[in-house]
Nanobody
Framework: QVQLVESGGGLVQPGGSLRLSCAAS????????IGWFRQAPGKEREGVSC????????DYADSVKGRFTISRDNAKNTVYLQMNSLKPEDTAVYYC?????????????????WGQGTQVTVSS
């Protein structure tokens, strides 16, 4: 059974850091592309970052470039999203998703499996 479980969310002050984890079961993360998405209240789900299974290439939304880093630990079947210099506008529910094709994408409709999400709140 394919399952993705996010963790690591919480409340952090502006300028702070969090590391989100996406633990995969039912497949190995390096066999699929993994994307991180977020959805704030009243807004559409948007792509934050993704990592390809083919060559490990990564991509980031302009709004998080230079602040967020996606990485993969194949031994732990886990993908991480390191978030630094957090801003109030980063507040959202963060989801990880897996795409069987292996190529990363910022389009949520191209992903086959989703986790349940973890809340990130950036506030003083």
């Amino acid at each position: 059974q394919v399952q993705l479980v996010e963790s690591g969310g919480g409340l952090v002050q502006p300028g702070g850091s969090l590391r989100l984890s996406c633990a995969a079961s039912g497949f190995t993360p390096n066999a699929v592309a993994i994307g991180w998405f977020r959805q704030a209240p009243g807004k559409e789900r948007e792509g934050v970052s993704c990592i390809s299974s083919r060559d490990g290439s990564t991509d980031y939304a302009d709004s998080v470039k230079g602040r967020f880093t996606i990485s993969r630990d194949n031994a732990k079947n886990t993908v991480y999203l390191q978030m630094n210099s957090l801003k109030p506008e980063d507040t959202a529910v963060y989801y990880c998703a897996a795409r069987a094709s292996g190529a990363g994408s910022s389009n949520p409709q191209r992903y086959d499996y989703w986790g349940q999400g973890t809340q990130v709140t950036v506030s003083s």
